[in-house]
């Protein structure tokens, strides 16, 4: 069992450390002023695209639009990496294309699109000229169970008709969004898992309203988690993606590498709040020692650093798992890496507030922006109650399968 990077991935670790740190972090009071005063896509990104781009950083997690193209597919186990040193920076992955909801819309559309679609909206996200969005959650309904969609997409001729609402859709605020993958019923009497299907839906469209931006935890994100109402809206038929039935599984496929930039873009910001809090804990003191010669912040420093570490390496197990079998077979991994890391994010960057005192608490540190993404994570891709729960099924139906072996410990005298 090899704990190293490969070569080629520390070669890549490199260079994207060298561009946060040359690059993105100068020009961070830059987006941060420019944000506040309303402009929600600084021309400081677009530039910093443009140089992402010459550098060859750029679709690190999907690099090529067909197979046959140049450039070889980076897998889940070498981007994951990439993934935390971007999390750093909360808008940092958008500076190398990667970043979220498109690059599980590009890997629907590299996966399920014609020749047409990919034409029409991969190239362009591929190249960075526009953002996408993806809608699935939904106001009225449990959206953790995606069977409960109330969506319709239906047939008319050659054209499918959208009725819904949805909300909590990523980066609809953005001035380049240009088009959503819209999750829907087209067959309500069908098979609990075939009635849904996806479209795509140009946000131009007439009856697309975007109603508002939701704020999150009292903060407006500036690419927004909108709330969207689909009324009467026409699509052509050649919009569906793959076929009617299709949209719980390609929901599956698209949520098992997402899920693994989430989480190592969040141990990023972990590691982050870290180096914060052992920073502060070497500057400061309070009754005559430093505050890491504190047994209390000693040990808070001490606990961050094995939960983080422990996270990464099952986080990087659930990305080889699905490098080697797929997300179906990293199922279980996959679910307990997303109700982890988001407990280990909170509680670090917590540590670390409680470290830098009243400053954690305000806008002179990023501790309460990254708390407040580890806090949404605990629902975003599936509350952490959904996740356990799909552990603790897959592990009762090992349990039975060992329960001929066991059954002897459980008898009296058994365990003597």
């Not at 050649?238 to 141990?267: D, K, W, Y």
């Not at 309070?286 to 606990?303: D, P, S």
Request: glycine share 8%.
């Amino acid at each position: 069992m090899d704990f190293e990077y490969s070569p080629r991935v520390e070669q890549l670790r490199q260079r994207v450390r060298e561009f946060m740190e040359d690059r993105i972090l100068p020009v961070v009071p830059e987006w941060e002023r420019d944000v506040a005063g309303g402009n929600p896509h600084p021309q400081c990104l677009e530039d910093l695209k443009a140089i992402a781009k010459s550098e060859g950083l750029w679709n690190l997690f999907l690099p090529a639009l067909h197979d046959d193209e140049p450039g070889t597919r980076l897998a889940n186990l070498e981007y994951a990496p990439l993934a935390e040193i971007m999390g750093r920076v909360m808008w940092a992955s958008e500076a190398f294309n990667c970043s979220a909801p498109d690059t599980g819309n590009m890997e629907i559309l590299h996966l399920f699109a014609t020749p047409e679609q990919r034409e029409q909206w991969l190239r362009p996200l591929l190249e960075g000229r526009i953002r996408s969005c993806f809608s699935m959650t939904e106001p009225d309904v449990a959206s953790s169970d995606a069977t409960n969609i109330q969506t319709t997409i239906r047939r008319d001729g050659d054209h499918y008709v959208v009725n819904g609402r949805k909300w909590f859709i990523s980066g609809a605020a953005h001035p380049h969004c240009r088009v959503s993958i819209v999750m829907g019923v087209t067959d309500p009497n069908g098979e609990q898992h075939r009635r849904h299907s996806m479209i795509l839906v140009p946000l131009d469209a007439p009856g697309v309203t975007v109603v508002r931006n939701v704020p999150v935890m009292n903060h407006y994100s500036p690419d927004g988690h909108c709330e969207i109402l689909y009324r009467d809206v026409r699509v052509p038929a050649t919009n569906l993606v793959h076929e009617e039935g299709a949209g719980f599984a390609i929901a599956q496929a698209r949520l098992g590498p997402g899920r693994i930039h989430h989480c190592m873009r969040s141990i990023g910001q972990s590691e982050l709040a870290l180096e914060l809090m052992c920073a502060r804990a070497a500057e400061r003191r309070t009754f005559g020692h430093y505050l890491h010669q504190h047994g209390t912040v000693a040990e808070w420093i001490a606990r961050s650093r094995i939960e983080i570490d422990q996270a990464r390496l099952l986080v990087l197990k659930a990305a080889w798992l699905i490098d080697r079998y797929g997300a179906k077979g990293a199922a279980r991994e996959v679910s307990m890496i997303k109700a982890l890391v988001p407990q280990v994010h909170t509680a670090v960057c917590d540590r670390a507030m409680q470290v830098f005192g009243a400053m954690g608490l305000s806008n002179d540190t990023p501790l309460a922006l990254l708390w407040t993404w580890g806090r949404v994570l605990r629902l975003a891709d599936g509350p952490d109650e959904v996740h356990l729960r799909t552990v603790a099924k897959q592990e009762m139906k090992a349990a039975a399968e060992r329960r001929t072996t066991i059954g002897r410990w459980m008898s009296p005298g058994g365990g003597s």
